[in-house]
């Protein structure tokens, strides 16, 4: 996966394909624990949570990938944990 990341206008269309494919996986999960209403509702608030940080957050520069890795790691085992 790294490998995309190095020169990603090459490999652009396989990167979308990739997101969105994780996206669609999302929110088929995300309907299948929560119900149709509440998975797409759920599903929107947290596209619109992590859209707002990316652009609050990357133009200042201040964190790259691997911290970013960091603080996904560490939220996640506080999800799990909690």
């Known amino acids: 996966m790294l490998l995309f990341l190095n020169n990603p206008e090459k490999n652009s269309v396989v990167l979308k394909a990739a997101g969105y494919s994780i996206l669609v996986v999302a929110f088929i999960l995300l309907r299948i624990?929560?119900?149709?209403?509440?998975?797409?509702?759920l599903g929107f608030v947290l596209l619109m949570i992590i859209a707002s940080l990316v652009i609050l957050i990357k133009p200042l520069e201040l964190f790259g990938y691997k911290g970013v890795l960091l603080i996904f790691a560490c939220l996640l085992i506080l999800e799990l944990i909690l």
């Open 33 to 41: 624990f929560e119900g149709l209403g509440t998975g797409f509702f």
